[in-house]
C-alpha cells in the first residue's frame, strides 16, 4: 500500500525546505526588527469564532472551512486565517493599550488546488492592535513590504483601498448594489448571485472585471474620518518612500475590515494568484468577538506564493562535509568536535569509499570539504580557491572565514 499526502496538500523536502527555511529566518529577524513578538495559537478552533469573526458572507466561512465534530461533540475548525484567532488572545491576555504580535504557521482552506492554491498553505503574519492612527497601517504596511523584497520578491506590487466603516459603508453598498441591478445582464451568474449577500466583492470579479463600467467607489463615500485616516496612511507610505498603487475597487474576502485594505502582489505570476499577502483594518473585530471596541491592523502573507515569486531554490545550508579516509567512528568524533564549534557539517555514517563521500559532498554543495586522514594528522581543507593543512583546533575558524568570505 502507498500513500500520499491528501488533496491540495504536500510533502516539503530538502532541496525545496532549504529555502523556505531561509525565508522563515528572514520573517523571524524582520518581525522582531519592528517589534512584534510571537504570538502563536491553537490550528483547532471552535467553529464559532470564525463564523463570527471572519463573517458569515466570506467564502472563506461558507464555503471552504475544515469543520468536524470532535469526540466531545464540539464543532471544531482547522484555522483557515489568523487574525481571529489572535485577537482572540489578545483579549483573553488582559492586554490593554498598544499590542503586537507576529506568527507563522499552517492554515487550511478546502479550495480547488492549484499552483500557488493549496488546501493546507503557510502563512507569516502580522498583527498591530489596540492603535487607531494610521501610522499603524503605515507600519505594518511597511514590515510587510520589506520583508517580502527581502526574501527576494522584486517585482512587487502595493495596492491600497480605503473601505469605509460602518457609518459610511451601508449607504456606499446601497449605491452599489442599485448600481449592479442595472448592469446584472452583462454580469456572470457568480456575480448576479452577490449582488445581494455581498456586493462588494464583485468589484474584484476576474469574470467580470471588464464588464462592470464605472461603479461607484467607495473612496468617492468615505466619511470625513475615514477619508482623513487615508489620506494620512498614504501620507506615511510617502514619506516612507513605499511605492503604491491605489486601486478603488480592491475589496477582500474577509467580512471583518473597516477602513484600510491593501494587498502585495506579485506581478511576475500568474494573475490568479498572484495575491502574495493581503490585509487591512480591522476596528469592529474585537466587539464582534465579545470584547471592548478595540482597532487592529495585520497582514499575511502566503509563504508558497512569495516562494515561487522569489524563484529562490533550495541550496544545501552545509558549511562543510567531511570526508574520512579513517572510516566513519573517527569522522563522528571530529564531526562532533567541528559541530561544537558551530560549523554546519555533515559526513558518511555507512562507511562508503573516499570517492563516494567526494561524490556527496559535490552533490550537498558543501563549500568546503574537509579530508580526515588521521588522529594526528592536520586536516585537508578544500574550497575553491585551493587546499591548506590546518590544525583541527583551527578547522572551525578557518571554515567560518572562508564561509563569510562568499556571503
Ligand atoms: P487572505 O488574503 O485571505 O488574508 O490571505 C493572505 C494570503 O495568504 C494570501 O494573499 C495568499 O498569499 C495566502 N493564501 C490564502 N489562501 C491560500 C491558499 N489556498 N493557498 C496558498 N496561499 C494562500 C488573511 O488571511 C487575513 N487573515 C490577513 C490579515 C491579517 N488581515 C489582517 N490581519
Given amino acids: 500500500m502507498s500513500f500520499k499526502p491528501p488533496k491540495g496538500t504536500y510533502d516539503l523536502t530538502s532541496p525545496q525546505s532549504q ?46 472551512m475544515y469543520t468536524f465534530s470532535d469526540k466531545g461533540g464540539r464543532s471544531v475548525t482547522l484555522r483557515p486565517e489568523g487574525t481571529a484567532g489572535v485577537v482572540r488572545a489578545y483579549l483573553n491576555s488582559g492586554a490593554q493599550g498598544a499590542w503586537k504580535g507576529a506568527y507563522s504557521g499552517p492554515f487550511f482552506r478546502y479550495e480547488r488546488p492549484q499552483a500557488g492554491r493549496t488546501r493546507q498553505f503557510w502563512q507569516v503574519g502580522a498583527e498591530y492592535i489596540g492603535v487607531e492612527g494610521a501610522i499603524a497601517d503605515a507600519e505594518i504596511i511597511e514590515l510587510g513590504y520589506r520583508f517580502i523584497t527581502q526574501a527576494g520578491v522584486d517585482q512587487v506590487e502595493l495596492r491600497i483601498n480605503s473601505i469605509g466603516d460602518p457609518e459610511c459603508r451601508p449607504p456606499y453598498v446601497t449605491a452599489l448594489r442599485s448600481y449592479l441591478e442595472e448592469i446584472k445582464g452583462d454580469l456572470s451568474g457568480e456575480s448576479v448571485g452577490l449582488i445581494e449577500t455581498n456586493p462588494l466583492r464583485i468589484l474584484d470579479s476576474k469574470t467580470d472585471r ?10 468617492d463615500s468615505l466619511c470625513a474620518d475615514c ?76 509563504l508558497d506564493r512569495i516562494l515561487l515569486a522569489s524563484g529562490l531554490d533550495g541550496y544545501t545550508h552545509l558549511d562543510a562535509y567531511l570526508v574520512s579516509e579513517m572510516g566513519p567512528e573517527e569522522a563522528f568524533l571530529v564531526a562532533s568536535q567541528l559541530r561544537a564549534d558551530g560549523v554546519r557539517l555533515d559526513f558518511d555514517a555507512e562507511g562508503r569509499s573516499v570517492k563516494a563521500q567526494f561524490k556527496t559532498a559535490r552533490r550537498l554543495e558543501a563549500p568546503v570539504i574537509l579530508v580526515y586522514k588521521g588522529a594526528d594528522l592536520p586536516i585537508d581543507v578544500q574550497t575553491a580557491d585551493g587546499r591548506a593543512d590546518v590544525p583541527i583546533d583551527q578547522v572551525a575558524e578557518h571554515v567560518m572565514d572562508y564561509v563569510l568570505e562568499l556571503l
Fill in 19 to 64: 529555502a523556505w527555511r531561509d525565508v522563515l529566518l528572514v520573517w523571524e529577524d524582520m518581525s522582531a526588527v519592528f517589534g512584534y513578538p510571537l504570538v502563536a495559537t491553537p490550528i483547532l478552533e471552535a467553529t464559532e469564532l470564525f463564523e463570527r469573526g471572519v463573517g458569515g458572507t466570506s467564502e472563506v466561512v461558507t464555503k471552504q
Fill in 210 to 219: 471588464d464588464r462592470l463600467g464605472n461603479p461607484p467607489r467607495m473612496i
Fill in 227 to 302: 477619508a482623513a485616516h487615508y489620506e494620512q496612511v498614504k501620507a506615511f507610505l510617502d514619506s516612507l518612500g513605499i511605492p503604491y498603487v491605489e486601486d478603488p475597487r480592491l475589496v477582500r474576502g474577509l467580512d471583518y475590515y473597516t477602513r484600510t485594505a491593501f494587498e502585495y502582489i506579485g506581478t511576475g505570476l500568474d494573475s490568479a494568484q498572484n495575491a502574495v499577502g493581503g490585509g487591512g483594518r480591522y476596528d469592529g473585530l474585537a466587539t464582534t468577538l465579545g470584547g471592548p471596541q478595540t482597532p487592529g491592523v495585520g497582514f499575511a502573507l502566503g
